[in-house]
């Protein structure tokens, strides 16, 4: 069994900083790819960032640039670094967690099998 619990979200004026993270505990180790996702009210989960056991990680398009995916293998946690914050980045943000050996795609594409309970983040001026 795997959890997943996130930290860090809050209210944030457009252009600020937050700085998301996601401990992890249960039969989970460093190898696993993990992500975060988000759902903003009226639509569905989206893809956000994901990073790979050995460190590769990918982006949707709409974060590149802002947004910065890393890991403290020894702390089993995720962080997701977000700067330069839309209102548009506004939902609740959910983090996720691959069963080993699943690829960065398959977290891409559909998630992994592991939720956290999300954390929400809410920009406006």
């Known amino acids: 069994q795997v959890q997943l619990v996130e930290s860090g979200g809050g209210l944030v004026q457009p252009g600020g900083s937050l700085r998301l993270s996601c401990a992890a505990s249960?039969?989970?180790?460093?190898?696993?790819?993990m992500g975060w996702y988000r759902q903003a009210p009226g639509k569905q989960r989206e893809f956000v960032a994901a990073i790979s056991g050995g460190g590769t990680t990918n982006y949707a398009d709409s974060v590149k640039g802002r947004f910065t995916i890393s890991k403290d293998n020894a702390k089993n946690t995720v962080y997701l670094q977000m700067n330069s914050l839309k209102p548009e980045d506004t939902a609740v943000y959910y983090c996720?967690?691959?069963?080993?050996?699943?690829?960065?795609?398959?977290?891409?594409?559909?998630?992994?099998?592991?939720w956290g309970q999300g954390t929400q983040v809410t920009v406006s001026s």
């Open positions: 996720n967690a691959a069963r080993p050996g699943q690829s960065i795609l398959i977290m891409r594409v559909r998630g992994g099998d592991y």
């Open positions: 249960g039969s989970i180790f460093s190898i696993n790819t």
